[in-house]
DNA sequence: GAGGAATAGTTAGCAGAGGTAATGACTTAT
DNA sequence: ATAAGTCATTACCTCTGCTAACTATTCCTC
């Protein structure tokens, strides 16, 4: 289904800069509750502990500070993923090398697989949805995902 | 702080079709994050009910229904976000004309001048950091923007 | 036209995930 | 040695989504 022909779409109220942010606001928030809802069923873990699993399977282990401000939430949010992710057996904790403060938290043998596991059978909705789109479309948003994540970093 | 340079960016692994669906997730759910956490402060009105009074302002009246459908929660949710934006002054409800089951919303003037006066603040947060991107990278999200609602849209 | 099925909205109750404030443990600096 | 700062945690609250159940209305079938 499409939009009608005589009201604003979403492309063309984008065009101007004024409607830019507003725009790309409301696609990602749609677009972030719909990833939220058509996730793989299987998968026990939510999309939040999924991806602390995927920043801890990109840059090995980090400490509790380290994840919320690569998750940019704060650091009581992330001690509560994290102490999900330790009953469930993804992801083990141990005391800092050279401060007593810091908690290192690193994938399990089980996260790396479910890591793993879960990058094979990704193509779950979304994928599907990607592939159901143009190929210069793919483009846009294979080079529209880093911005959107740098943007999400800024300052 | 950026990441160290030998290990996996972003844009390194969303180069991949099998990483994509990945940062793309990756980077909607972080930047809505950030949207919510950044959105201005002499707003009472929280992203959810600000992108209903957009959606109302760009389609006119709509039932709770359509509102749903289109924001892509389900009635309940939608009839909540209502309530809340009739208890501040931005909606009416009235019946619908012809069928007694539904329940028509419209932007009330305090509505209307809501999304106006936010529309013209609106180069907040996002709009201050789309200004720091690169003409081409801006380009890029102006494309994105409607693939990322149409992804949404979906099935 | 009467009665049952379908549809729209609401109410009630629950869960996930975020936040802030306050606390405890440890480190750093004076 | 002590004061100040930092990291993680605990306690508590809010927001926002969901499903299930209920009411009111409309549509369909006989």
């Given amino acids: 289904m499409t939009y009608a022909n005589d009201m604003p779409t979403v492309e063309k109220v984008a065009r101007t800069d004024a409607g830019l942010a507003a725009e790309l606001r409301l696609g990602v928030m749609r677009l972030r509750r719909r990833l939220a809802v058509e996730r793989h069923p299987d998968n026990e873990l939510s999309l939040n502990q999924m991806g602390v699993l995927g920043v801890l399977a990109r840059r090995g282990a980090l400490t509790v500070g380290e994840l ?3 998750e940019k939430v ?46 094979a059978r990704r193509d779950a909705w979304l994928a599907q949805r990607l592939r159901e789109l ?22």
Avoid: F, W
């Fill in 68 to 70: 919320a401000a690569a």
């Fill in 74 to 119: 704060q650091p009581p949010s992330m001690t509560r993923t994290v102490n999900c992710l330790l009953e469930s057996g993804d992801v083990a904790k141990r005391p800092h090398a050279t401060d007593g403060r810091q908690v290192v938290v690193e994938l399990s043998e089980q996260g790396r697989q479910r890591v793993l596991a879960d990058r």
């Fill in 134 to 155: 143009t190929p210069q479309e793919r483009a846009v948003l294979r080079q529209a995902a880093p911005i959107l994540d740098r943007l999400a970093q800024k300052d």
